[in-house]
């Protein structure tokens, strides 16, 4: 399949099970952070953002976690279904006028049923 | 209703050759963007135009022109293809284009320089 070969951090859970997917960024300036879904085949998806102003932010069964101290995201999704598995990244967002988004690596999420 | 269309979906051609790819959004954004994700998913802006004008190209060579007619297209035409010129090359769209504004893809094209 796609994933042969690409040797991305895997994070393998069963169905019903929350699950939690670190990023570290790199740009203390960084103001805004992203994560996209990207299923096998398509373009990447948006899922939920944050601003630096924020640690926390909330959608429908997925959390976002900031902490800017250490540079760190996670993205928590809640009762993860098969429909979840994707390689997910984040992404940063540095300091300019325009919107110049700087990806993270992948982590790829595969859920059992 | 696709929001970001893109073709071809894939392309295969020979080492040398010119090729382009389109893209069009019709979500009335101001800004587009090309990515390229590599063999690891490694995904990197290659350049961004605001409403016609190039504002962002993130040393790409010059082989990769990308030309943009009106603010609703954005097509890539690559000179002289190289073997490391196989991707996927990603096109998105956001609103216009300040630190903060969501980037929609999408769906890819799969070229392969053989």
């Known amino acids: 399949g796609e994933s042969v070969g690409l040797h991305l951090p895997t994070l393998s859970v069963q169905e019903g099970d929350n699950s939690i997917i670190n990023c570290a960024y790199s740009n203390s300036a960084s103001d805004y952070f992203i994560w996209y879904k990207q299923e096998s085949g398509k373009g990447p998806q948006f899922i939920i953002d944050?601003?630096?102003?924020?640690d926390k932010r909330q959608g429908q069964r997925v959390t976002v976690l900031l902490n800017k101290t250490v540079k760190h995201l996670s993205l928590q999704i809640a009762a993860t279904q098969p429909g979840d598995s994707a390689v997910y990244f984040c992404a940063e967002n540095r300091e300019s006028g325009y919107s110049t988004l700087t990806f993270g690596k992948g982590t790829m999420l595969l859920v059992s049923p | 209703d696709t929001a970001v269309s893109q073709t071809p979906k894939y392309l295969v051609t020979q080492m040398g050759n010119d090729k382009s790819i389109k893209c069009e959004q019709n979500?009335?954004?101001?800004?587009m963007y090309w990515y390229k994700q590599d063999s690891k998913k490694f995904l990197k802006i290659m350049f961004s135009y605001n409403n016609k004008e190039l504002i962002i190209n993130e040393t790409v060579p010059n082989r990769f022109s990308p030309k943009s007619p009106d603010k609703a297209h954005l097509n890539l035409h690559i000179n002289s293809l190289e073997l490391g010129d196989s991707a996927v090359y990603f096109c998105?769209?956001?609103?216009?284009?300040?630190?903060?504004?969501?980037?929609?893809f999408g769906p890819g094209t799969r070229l392969l320089v053989l």
């Open positions: 998105a769209s956001s609103r216009p284009g300040l630190a903060g504004e969501t980037q929609y």
């Open positions: 944050i601003r630096s102003n924020m």
């Open positions: 979500l009335g954004h101001d800004t």
